[in-house]
């Protein structure tokens, strides 16, 4: 399987890039994993002696398409019919997923509702998924109306063609094209083309002068045309240029600067005084025009109706969430007016679908909310939207970008329909003939099964501090009890998911402690062997920089008592991900197979030489820098579990002299 091992390392940081699946711009997932490592994984855990050129047909490593196209053959499917597989802390789906995709039934259980609705989609895609799209005839409908990496989602609509691909289809182009009818007076064109994109800028009043002062990280407009936008004053207004150049900087760290005195300005006087002073300054068409904003489209904008907000309070958090630092308190803040009507709009139309459609096209409005609010930004390098959640939290944007629905380009509702069409498709052809997958609203640390009734758990718990789960779901799950809420209320009738679902989240963040998550991650593990089988097998996948978050994951299986069998990594990351950056870039993410046992007598010689050879041996591999460090605390874990918590410092300080020989510290 080494080489197997291999073809996986170079597959799985692609699929969490550019060659993501096509269901990974249907719904948001802040944790999602590598579809084919997955698969992997749990392939050599089901049926570890399998042929490897079986096993490498089953991965889909023997095609021309990217791995996640191939569903695995007949032969394997057969081989695990009544198979059961759990993953306990689900999210998005991935292990669950391809578990079904292999012919095991897949019990999915999720404590977080926006992401529990992501894996009911999965299970309509492959309880009724043909019954509300033909895969068939959305690819011809792709193919004949196809532009750059996608298809032309406005010309599909109004070419009259929408319905033969089924209801789906039907119904998101009804809805588009009535939202267009009714809303497009509010977004007028520019020189007889439609305008794309707006870019806001926040202000303040100057302290010492008086004069307004857009609040800009880097005016820059386009990178390579090297044009920028700039404030020209006049009184205490000023009008905005756009001309050739890097850009003005007026933030800095959340301080700013007065570009007219000089004056340097603190970031408690720009929170203080913030709030709601955007000003419209650039409009882009669809051909990538930028021109100054006039009068005529700040009043198209003050001409919408005003908007009923979204009134649920945000949990402040200085690391996560730092909106009511700046006085935007609820999430009504965080929309421009036309924004929100827009929102709304859509929220109206789609609580008129009956329930198994509006369950998938319910992704609409959280895609739409997280590429059209105040806290979205200008990507200058390639001309488009860095959407609200970019970095998995709730951050703070100066100048912002908001999207016309209706026009062509990123963020539009064309391509987020498009995108939501083009996604369960796929995961209609993924499910096609899949074993069982149950969904399940509910919480590892109170698992709905008999004692030792479960023989494979394969899971990706929480990640310490990576991502406070209530808190950064939050922005979507406002949105979204607005429109499933009354199919889903028991998982869509909380207020907000920090004030009602936070006390059994398991991570760190929105008030809850490091020594939360090691007491409610030990509770976990604990509840995970009591329905695991005697005889059974747990493959836990974990990823951290700090040293506690491996110290917590230890604790938790010695806890437990589990013991360690194997571990080993696999390659999971970009460097570049936003994820992985977060980490420290990690590109590794280690893989623990763990067993029913208890710690046993230490030798010590015997143990210093494991801890060398596990590492040169991952040195040898390839691994450096913190994916190496990471391997150490992973030996660490194995041996604690093998031989108890009190041989983890002894296993890090011989860790730390292999460690200096390849530079790590």
Same mark, same amino acid.
């Given at each position: 399987?080494?080489?197997?091992?291999?073809?996986?390392?170079?597959?799985?940081?692609?699929?969490?890039?550019?060659?993501?699946?096509?269901?990974?711009?249907?719904?948001?997932?802040?944790?999602?994993?590598?579809?084919?490592?997955?698969?992997?994984?749990?392939?050599?855990?089901?049926?570890?002696?399998?042929?490897?050129?079986? !096993?490498?047909?089953?991965?889909?490593?023997?095609?021309?398409?990217?791995?996640?196209?191939?569903?695995?053959?007949?032969?394997?499917?057969?081989?695990?019919?009544?198979?059961?597989?759990?993953?306990?802390?689900?999210?998005?789906?991935?292990?669950?997923?391809?578990?079904?995709?292999?012919?095991?039934?897949?019990?999915?259980?999720?404590?977080?509702?926006?992401?529990?609705?992501?894996?009911?989609?999965?299970?309509?895609?492959?309880?009724?998924?043909?019954?509300?799209?033909?895969?068939?005839?959305?690819?011809?409908?792709?193919?004949?109306?196809?532009?750059?990496?996608?298809?032309?989602?406005?010309?599909?609509?109004?070419? &009259?063609?929408?319905?033969?691909?089924?209801?789906?289809?039907?119904?998101?182009?009804?809805?588009?094209?009535?939202?267009?009818?009714?809303?497009?007076?509010?977004?007028?064109?520019?020189?007889?083309?439609?305008?794309?994109?707006?870019?806001?800028?926040?202000?303040?009043?100057?302290?010492?002068? &008086?004069?307004?002062?857009?609040?800009?990280?880097?005016?820059?407009?386009?990178?390579?045309?090297?044009?920028?936008?700039?404030?020209?004053?006049?009184?205490?207004?000023?009008?905005?240029?756009?001309?050739?150049?890097?850009?003005?900087?007026?933030?800095?760290?959340?301080?700013?600067?007065?570009?007219?005195?000089?004056?340097?300005?603190?970031?408690?006087?720009?929170?203080?005084?913030?709030?709601?002073?955007?000003?419209?300054?650039?409009? *882009?068409?669809?051909?990538?025009?930028?021109?100054?904003?006039?009068?005529?489209?700040?009043?198209?904008?003050?001409?919408?109706?005003?908007?009923?907000?979204?009134?649920?309070?945000?949990?402040?958090?200085?690391?996560?969430?730092?909106?009511?630092?700046?006085?935007?308190?609820?999430?009504?803040?965080?929309?421009?007016?036309?924004?929100?009507?827009?929102?709304?709009?859509?929220?109206?139309?789609?609580?008129?679908?009956?329930?198994?459609?509006?369950?998938?096209?319910?992704?609409?409005?959280?895609?739409?909310?997280?590429?059209?609010?105040?806290?979205?930004?200008?990507?200058?390098?390639?001309?488009?939207?860095?959407?609200?959640?970019?970095?998995?939290?709730?951050?703070?944007?100066?100048?912002?970008?908001?999207?016309?629905?209706?026009?062509?380009?990123?963020?539009?509702?064309?391509?987020?329909?498009?995108?939501?069409?083009?996604?369960?498709?796929?995961?209609?052809?993924?499910?096609?003939?899949?074993?069982?997958?149950?969904?399940?609203?509910?919480?590892?640390?109170?698992?709905?099964?008999?004692?030792?009734?479960?023989?494979?758990?394969?899971?990706?718990?929480?990640?310490?501090?990576?991502?406070?789960?209530?808190?950064?779901?939050?922005?979507?799950?406002?949105?979204?009890?607005?429109?499933?809420?009354?199919?889903?209320?028991?998982?869509?009738?909380?207020?907000?998911?920090?004030?009602?679902?936070?006390?059994?989240?398991?991570?760190?963040?929105?008030?809850?402690?490091?020594?939360?998550?090691?007491?409610?991650?030990?509770?976990?593990?604990?509840?995970?062997?009591?329905?695991? !089988?005697?005889?059974?097998?747990?493959?836990?996948?974990?990823?951290?920089?700090?040293?506690?978050?491996?110290?917590?994951?230890?604790?938790?299986?010695? !806890?437990?008592?589990?013991?360690?069998?194997?571990?080993?990594?696999?390659?999971?990351?970009?460097?570049?991900?936003?994820?992985?950056?977060?980490?420290?870039?990690?590109?590794?993410?280690?893989?623990?197979?763990?067993? *029913?046992?208890?710690?046993?007598?230490?030798?010590?010689?015997?143990?210093?030489?494991?801890?060398?050879?596990?590492?040169?041996?991952?040195?040898?591999?390839?691994?450096?820098?913190?994916?190496?460090?990471?391997?150490?605390?992973?030996?660490?874990?194995?041996?604690?579990?093998?031989?108890?918590?009190?041989?983890?410092?002894?296993?890090?300080?011989?860790?730390?002299?292999?460690?200096?020989?390849?530079?790590?510290?």
């Amino acid at each position: 399987m080494n080489e197997l091992r291999r073809l996986i390392d170079s597959v799985a940081p692609q699929e969490r890039g550019g060659g993501a699946p096509p269901h990974a711009s249907l719904y948001p997932s802040f944790a999602r994993m590598s579809p084919t490592a997955a698969r992997y994984v749990l392939l050599t855990t089901l049926l570890p002696d399998l042929d490897p050129h079986l !096993a490498k047909k089953a991965l889909g490593l023997d095609g021309d398409k990217q791995p996640y196209w191939y569903n695995p053959p007949a032969e394997v499917k057969e081989r695990l019919r009544g198979a059961a597989v759990l993953d306990p802390f689900a999210g998005g789906g991935s292990i669950p997923m391809e578990a079904a995709r292999l012919g095991a039934h897949a019990v999915a259980v999720e404590y977080n509702p926006v992401q529990w609705l992501a894996l009911k989609t999965i299970q309509l895609a492959r309880d009724r998924g043909k019954e509300l799209i033909d895969p068939r005839a959305w690819e011809t409908l792709k193919k004949r109306y196809r532009r750059d990496f996608g298809a032309d989602m406005e010309a599909i609509c109004k070419s &009259g063609e929408a319905e033969k691909a089924g209801p789906l289809v039907r119904e998101g182009c009804r809805i588009a094209l009535e939202l267009e009818r009714e809303l497009s007076q509010y977004y007028p064109p520019r020189n007889g083309r439609r305008v794309s994109h707006y870019i806001w800028a926040k202000q303040v009043r100057c302290p010492k002068c &008086g004069v307004w002062i857009p609040l800009t990280l880097n005016s820059r407009l386009d990178k390579r045309g090297g044009l920028a936008w700039r404030p020209v004053y006049s009184g205490d207004g000023y009008d905005v240029v756009i001309e050739k150049g890097e850009g003005v900087k007026t933030v800095d760290r959340g301080d700013a600067r007065c570009l007219k005195c000089g004056v340097s300005i603190s970031k408690e006087y720009v929170r203080k005084n913030v709030s709601h002073n955007d000003r419209l300054v650039v409009v *882009v068409t669809e051909d990538k025009e930028f021109y100054p904003a006039t009068e005529a489209d700040r009043k198209a904008c003050e001409e919408v109706p005003e908007p009923e907000r979204l009134s649920e309070l945000i949990l402040y958090d200085p690391r996560f969430v730092r909106p009511p630092a700046y006085g935007w308190r609820r999430y009504g803040d965080l929309f421009n007016k036309r924004q929100h009507y827009c929102l709304n709009r859509l929220v109206e139309k789609l609580k008129q679908v009956e329930p198994n459609l509006r369950t998938v096209l319910a992704w609409l409005v959280v895609r739409q909310a997280d590429y059209n609010s105040r806290l979205t930004s200008w990507r200058s390098s390639s001309l488009a939207v860095m959407q609200t959640m970019s970095y998995k939290s709730v951050r703070v944007a100066w100048d912002y970008v908001e999207v016309n629905p209706f026009a062509r380009g990123a963020g539009s509702l064309w391509k987020a329909l498009y995108d939501g069409l083009d996604g369960f498709a796929f995961l209609v052809h993924a499910m096609d003939g899949a074993g069982a997958f149950e969904p399940v609203l509910g919480s590892a640390l109170n698992l709905p099964f008999p004692d030792k009734s479960v023989r494979y758990v394969v899971t990706d718990p929480p990640y310490f501090d990576s991502i406070p789960y209530a808190e950064s779901y939050d922005f979507y799950y406002v949105w979204l009890k607005r429109v499933v809420g009354d199919v889903y209320p028991e998982a869509f009738s909380f207020w907000t998911l920090w004030r009602d679902r936070s006390a059994e989240d398991i991570s760190v963040g929105g008030g809850r402690t490091e020594e939360h998550f090691r007491i409610l991650l030990k509770r976990a593990f604990k509840e995970i062997r009591r329905v695991l !089988a005697d005889d059974g097998v747990l493959v836990v996948f974990y990823a951290h920089p700090k040293r506690e978050a491996w110290t917590a994951l230890a604790e938790a299986f010695v !806890a437990a008592g589990l013991v360690v069998e194997d571990v080993y990594p696999l390659r999971m990351w970009m460097p570049t991900d936003i994820q992985a950056r977060g980490k420290n870039s990690i590109t590794a993410t280690y893989v623990f197979v763990l067993r *029913v046992g208890s710690a046993t007598q230490t030798d010590l010689r015997r143990l210093r030489e494991e801890v060398k050879e596990s590492l040169e041996g991952l040195a040898a591999g390839g691994y450096r820098g913190v994916d190496l460090a990471m391997g150490a605390y992973a030996t660490a874990v194995k041996l604690a579990t093998r031989h108890g918590m009190r041989v983890m410092e002894l296993v890090l300080a011989v860790a730390r002299g292999v460690l200096r020989r390849f530079n790590v510290y």
